[in-house]
């Protein structure tokens, strides 16, 4: 934000960043092969909707068109749509645990409609989500204003595993942007699809 | 490119950028003043002014620095960890994961009047806290109302308002520091210096100045804050995307705060600036039948609720729209 802006008091909602999120299945293989955690094939997109009907409307549409994808064959099943206590909607989207491919592709249709019709700053996380064979939990969370990925293991209760975290972000090196100012790894408690 | 529906308020923009220029023309010409009238009588008193520049320098940067602490001191707030207020670190989390920037400590203050208020020199080093009475329930506001709040204080610290007005406060503590320092020169000084003619009316004189600086610079700065308060909500309400919850949440503070008690109302004055909603007000005019502002709404260092719900209002249908607005690079 330049100075002028923040002088003048007209900060701008940030536009997302989406071209990153593409990096996931890679390093989803990287992380199945240094870590053991593999996809659970559920993935979600969480935005903060706006209030009436123009943004009701697209939300609709998105649904729709992924309901779409999901009933053809080898379609998953059908998205979820939910709001948590903070007024955030999430849409879930559940494939094969073998089709990250495609569940980033759906994430994706997610953004690229809000972007189209100009409520891309609206959106704040993409959530894909690991298990272990120790039935460990895991999500990589993607920060669409940053650009970048942050590990989130919850255990019971309102804790998580920051040992876990930090081991995740040494396995994943370099094939995703990990985020590094850990302030910003903010937690998403009772996230749908993890 | 990106269609945006967030289109900034030109209007808003110029009506600031006038203030901002008219507050440091009177700044300039406060200077040349001082320097017109020491030149013209060849005064030794040219240094009491310096005193008082670098005095009322000190002064503000001091409370610059200091911001988050004096503040919280001053509201007697007690920052809280993420176990402790997990709803509210929630709320602040995802706004400023929204918003793209850092997040501010979060503290509780344990007044029964409804408020919040956002401080600090930097984004590094701000704080964000609110009162208990606007969290323990007494208000039925919801979480989208709640997180209107925050927004518009977390917009607070995104538009740099508190360095913005201190820089813009500068001129008011030098002109006022100078009053008080003539004034007693007048008194005290007055007698040994006999022999000099030109010493009482030259003190006189400035003080005189100072006075007019003074009080044209303390409507500017109110003006100026009046302005960035609708910058704050119009962010605010852009962040979250729920300009009526905002409007709403507003509507709610100020009917909450009329049931104060007088002396939690006294007690908060000296932070009335960076408050959501003004807590000291002063006898309100401005729609009583006459029409036309009042004496209160000029002195405000808030915009009246009724000019703020309107501009919510505005951006409920800027985000409505079927169609987004072309991108700024297009147009």
């Known amino acids: 934000m330049g100075f002028l802006d923040t002088l003048l008091g007209r900060t701008k909602p940030v536009q997302p960043k989406l071209d990153d999120l593409f990096g996931l299945p890679s390093a989803a293989i990287t992380l199945q092969a ?48 939910t709001r948590d206590n903070y007024g955030f909607t999430w849409l879930v989207s559940s494939r094969m645990s073998d089709e990250i491919e495609t569940l980033v592709t759906d994430l994706h249709a997610v953004n690229s409609t809000l972007v189209d019709n100009g409520f891309g700053p609206q959106l704040l996380c993409t959530l894909v989500a690991f298990r272990d064979e120790r039935e460990r939990r895991l999500a990589l969370v993607y920060l669409y204003k940053r650009g970048t990925f942050y590990p989130f293991a919850p255990l019971s209760g309102e804790n998580r595993d920051n040992a876990l975290e930090l081991h995740i972000k040494g396995a994943l090196g370099d094939d995703l942007k990990v985020e590094q100012d850990l302030t910003r790894w903010f937690p998403v408690w009772g996230a749908p699809g993890l | 490119m990106a269609r945006t529906r967030y289109a900034p308020d030109r209007g808003l923009t110029v009506r600031m950028t006038a203030t901002m220029f008219f507050l440091g023309l009177v700044f300039v010409a406060f200077i040349a003043a001082l320097i017109g009238i020491m030149t013209a009588v060849n005064a030794s008193s040219g240094a009491i002014v310096l005193v008082a520049l670098v005095f009322g320098g000190g002064m503000a940067i001091a409370s610059l ?34 918003a793209d920037m850092d997040k501010p400590r979060v503290a509780i203050a344990p007044t029964s009047m409804p408020n919040a208020f956002a401080t600090g020199r930097n984004s590094k080093n701000s704080v964000l806290c609110v009162t208990q009475g606007l969290i323990d329930g007494h208000l039925n506001l919801t979480n989208e109302e709640l997180e209107g709040i925050l927004a518009h204080e977390l917009s607070h610290v995104a538009h740099k308002d508190v360095q913005v007005m201190t820089v813009a406060s500068l001129l008011a503590i030098t002109a006022g520091l100078l009053v008080r320092f003539a004034f007693y020169s007048e008194l005290f000084g007055g007698g040994r210096r006999s022999n000099d003619n030109n010493a009482v009316p030259v003190m006189l004189i400035i003080m005189a100045v100072s006075i007019v600086v003074y009080a044209i610079s303390f409507l500017l700065i109110r003006l100026l804050s009046r302005y960035r308060e609708l910058a704050a909500d119009r962010s605010g309400a852009l962040l979250t995307g729920q300009p009526s919850a905002l ?14 008690p007088t002396q939690d109302l006294r007690s908060a004055e000296p932070l009335n600036a960076f408050y959501f909603a003004p807590a000291m007000k002063l006898a309100r005019g401005g729609r009583d039948g006459k029409g036309g502002p009042s004496l209160a709404n000029l002195f405000s260092t808030h915009p009246s609720l009724e000019k703020r719900l309107e501009q919510l209002e505005k951006i409920q249908r800027q985000l409505g729209q079927a169609t987004p607005d072309a991108p700024d690079s297009l147009r």
């Open chain 2, 247 to 260: 409007a709403s949440a507003l509507q709610k503070v100020s009917l909450g705060m009329n049931r104060i």
């Open chain 2, 65 to 98: 620095f200091y911001s988050d602490k004096i503040a919280l001191a001053a509201a007697g707030a007690r920052e809280v960890s993420p176990k402790e207020a997990p709803e509210l670190h929630g709320i602040v989390d995802r706004l400023c994961a929204l």
């Open chain 1, 34 to 81: 240094a870590t053991g955690f593999t996809p659970t094939g559920s993935g979600s997109v969480c935005f903060r909707s706006v209030e009436g009907k123009t943004f009701s409307d697209i939300q609709n549409e998105v649904r729709d068109l992924l309901n779409m994808e999901a009933e053809k064959p080898g379609g998953g099943l059908p998205v979820e749509v």
